[in-house]
């Protein structure tokens, strides 16, 4: 075991934990931040999407000591009351079906916009490429995406 002091949607949180422990189980066990979602633990789904320094990672595989000073953000963290363009585009277009993965899907979302705030629909495809959606929304996650980015046709 080892204490880490993890810098979580803007607060310190200090973890005892074994250093080889995938932060899904850090946020979601130890500190029952339970939106960021387990789906397939080899980083092959998407549900466990959450962002280190800014980037989409899968928590699954990430290792809490591989975090070092690199702040997360998780679904809960990226805005207050739902309001963030992503969640909005995505309650305005209805996207969800059973909502799952859409976590992960707005995760993912949200960090191409904060790097690419007028993605083609080909740079969308690319940044959104291992989300999987078992219920198909795929059509209605890039036309939110789009909106988000208001550029919606």
């Not at 993890?6 to 339970?34: A, C, Y």
């Not at 679904?75 to 277009?93: C, F, R, T």
């Amino acid at each position: 075991m080892a204490t880490f002091n993890l810098k979580i949607n803007g607060e310190q949180q200090m973890v005892d934990v074994d250093p080889s422990t995938p932060m899904l189980w850090v946020l979601r066990d130890h500190l029952k931040l339970v939106g960021t979602k387990y789906g397939c633990g080899i980083a092959q789904c998407g549900s466990c999407t959450i962002h280190l320094g800014g980037v989409a990672v899968r928590a699954c595989m990430l290792t809490v000591s591989s975090v070092g000073n690199q702040e997360i953000r998780t679904i809960e963290g990226l805005s207050e009351n739902g309001d963030h363009p992503v969640q909005k585009a995505w309650l305005e277009i209805d996207v969800p079906q059973c909502g799952y993965c859409q976590a992960g899907q707005i995760m993912s979302a949200a960090a191409l916009l904060e790097n690419n705030p007028n993605p083609s629909d080909n740079e969308i495809e690319m940044a959104m490429n291992g989300n999987i959606c078992r219920c198909g929304t795929y059509t209605r996650i890039k036309k939110a995406i789009k909106t988000a980015a208001g550029s919606a046709s």
